[in-house]
């Protein structure tokens, strides 16, 4: 027995038989010798349709778990006993052979005077198996999809920087720059100042 209360799983031949826990035990031992009976079946059945599934409590009450996921739980109510696939859909999926029971949604209710058949159990476990499988196997590939590179989109350059008001663009102004005039433009405007009347051009050879 480990620190959990849970006893190693017993082997007969190849098959592994339940992992039986003191904590169930407590739980049944507690109850009328009626319902502990009942309860009894529904444990024997649950463990004849999941060989080596993992006694436990979840919730508060009796339950088993195959690899580490609860699969189903049953429990004594006030009135009657109740089994719980503990899935939300394995009732909707067996609601063609739970026509003579009270379910809700995640529960099926029966009266201590007439135990759930071993059949219908194997069939609701069966059915939670399969869901857990189903489960694995989308977890599985999820894990396997690829992950899409995303397209890097071109980086926007930023918006030239104004030089100066108006001057957006233009190249800057050169500060102290000295025009040269060229030697034609000169003599242009020496000759309209002669014209004018104005200076006599000197020649060098008037001595």
Not at 94 to 120: E, H, M, N, Q
Request: aromatic fraction near 4%; glycine fraction near 8%.
């Amino acid at each position: 027995m480990d620190l959990f209360g849970s006893s190693p799983p017993l082997v007969q031949g190849n098959v592994a038989m339940a992992i039986r826990s003191a904590l169930v035990d407590a739980y049944h031992a507690r109850l009328p010798a009626a319902e502990r009976k009942v309860l009894e079946q529904i444990r024997a059945a649950v463990h004849a349709a999941c060989p080596g599934a993992e006694e436990c409590l979840s919730y508060g009450m009796p339950a088993v778990k195959l690899d580490g996921t609860p699969l189903v739980g049953w429990r004594a109510a006030a009135k009657h006993g109740a089994f719980h696939p503990l899935s939300g859909s394995t009732v909707e999926t067996c609601k063609g052979a739970l026509v003579d029971y009270d379910t809700s949604k995640g529960t099926i209710r029966f009266p201590f005077d007439a135990v759930l058949p071993a059949k219908l159990v194997k069939l609701l476990v069966a059915t939670r198996i399969g869901e857990i499988r189903q489960n694995d196997k989308k977890a599985t590939k999820l894990k396997k999809k690829p992950v899409k590179e995303q397209a890097t989109k071109p980086k926007k350059k930023p918006p030239a920087k104004a030089q100066g008001k108006g001057t957006a663009g233009k190249p800057p102004a050169v500060k102290n720059q000295v025009l040269v005039k060229k030697p034609a433009a000169k003599r242009a405007s020496l000759k309209q100042t002669v014209a004018k009347g104005g200076v006599r051009p000197t020649n060098r050879h008037d001595a």
